[in-house]
């Protein structure tokens, strides 16, 4: 009996031991990178500074991370895929211009589907825990999507007046994936060169013009310094997601506390988000009624006209691409356009060009 009762005794202390190593595995510190091509000071880092911040707090220190602002550990078109192979914990990312081929479904967000970003991200969250085949993109290519935020409202930038489309051919945009796919079925000729190359490109009269940059975004980093005409291009809106992701190796690495944490702080960001948003729109508008831009307004019979000819282009090449991918494109689509408009009537948005073409 006594033999017995130290066998017991000592499976009992070696249970208890097993448990405390196991608790203190699961409480270990970890420090987590973070790879960004924005800036720290950029309006959409905010979204993963509360990020960030809020899981350090919440999971009492023992997550934080080591941020890599502007593309110091990655560059923007490595990011997807830096993120599938370790090169970073978590990322930020836009894998439906610049990893198509990995990412097509995600490209489901195209030009002339709404000019509401905030309708546009909720409705793509929805979409995604509704889609298999979405969710499988992530999987995939070795990363957990926390959240997406999509684009301000696109705008186009020119040295020159663009009222019609007769204005916009021939004319050198730059651009990327659906807004360069519309501008061509348009008559305009897209460009793909970096934002900033663009930039100077228009300016020493290598193009015309440049998009794909959010109203906000254009405004605040004053593009109309070298290209003061301003139009939001036959009303194109939403053009694509900007996603935050985590390794899906570094998930499954973590303890199932600390992933509660991170789940629940990844789905309030979108809202903290937008909050901030609309102050940095209204600011955004402000600065440009102050500035030497000047707002080409286009008259709803052309705005008609350019999403007539364009918006089926740019469909009709995405429906290609994502065709491997998922058996009925155009049903994923609809669906899309669907949760989009439901999503509107719940989130009534403002974009900047009519903001600022109220006086």
């Known amino acids: ?61 023992n997550i934080t991370f080591q941020p890599y602002y502007g593309g110091t550990l990655l560059k923007t078109a490595e990011m997807s895929t830096g993120l599938a192979k370790g090169a970073a914990d978590v990322a930020a990312a836009v894998p439906a211009a610049f990893n198509p081929r990995e990412f097509p479904l995600t490209g489901v967000i195209m030009p002339f589907i709404s000019e509401n970003p905030i309708a546009v991200t909720y409705a793509f969250a929805e979409l995604v825990k509704t889609t298999p085949e979405l969710q499988q993109e992530y999987q995939r290519n070795n990363q957990k999507l926390l959240w997406a935020l999509a684009s301000g409202e696109n705008s186009l930038w020119t040295n020159k007046p663009i009222r019609t489309a007769a204005d916009l051919k021939g004319s050198r945009i730059r651009a990327i994936i659906g807004v360069a796919d519309g501008i061509k079925a348009l008559g305009g000729t897209p460009i793909s060169i970096p934002w900033v190359e663009a ?11 440049v998009s794909g940059t959010p109203f906000n975004q254009a405004v605040v980093t004053k593009v ?57 729109l209204e600011r955004a508008v402000q ?9 080409v307004a286009m008259d709803e019979a052309e705005v008609k006209r350019w999403q007539a000819v364009a918006q ?13 991918r998922i058996k009925d494109p155009q049903q994923l689509i609809d669906r899309f356009t669907t949760l989009t408009r439901k999503y509107e009537a719940q989130h009534p948005y403002v974009t900047g060009f009519d903001q600022l073409s109220k006086k």
């Open 1 to 61: 009996m006594k033999t017995l009762g130290r066998i017991f005794k000592g499976a009992l202390i070696a249970t208890f031991a097993v448990t405390a190593i196991s608790a203190a595995a699961q409480q270990q510190p970890r420090k987590l990178t973070y790879a960004t091509f924005y800036g720290s000071n950029e309006f959409y880092e905010m979204s993963a500074k509360y990020f960030m911040e809020e899981v350090s707090k919440r999971t009492n220190g």
């Open 199 to 209: 930039l100077e490109l228009v300016q020493r009269g290598g193009a015309e013009g």
């Open 224 to 280: 109309f310094d070298m290209a003061p005409y301003a139009s939001h291009a036959g009303r194109m809106g939403v053009y694509t997601p900007v996603t935050w992701s985590i390794n899906l190796d570094t998930w499954k690495s973590l303890d199932a506390a600390s992933q509660r944490v991170i789940e629940e702080v990844a789905a309030e960001v979108p809202g903290k988000y937008f909050d901030a948003y609309k102050v940095e």
């Open 287 to 295: 600065l440009a009624r102050g500035s030497k831009m000047t707002y």
């Open 312 to 324: 089926p282009e740019v469909q009709k090449k995405w429906m290609d691409t994502a065709r491997p």
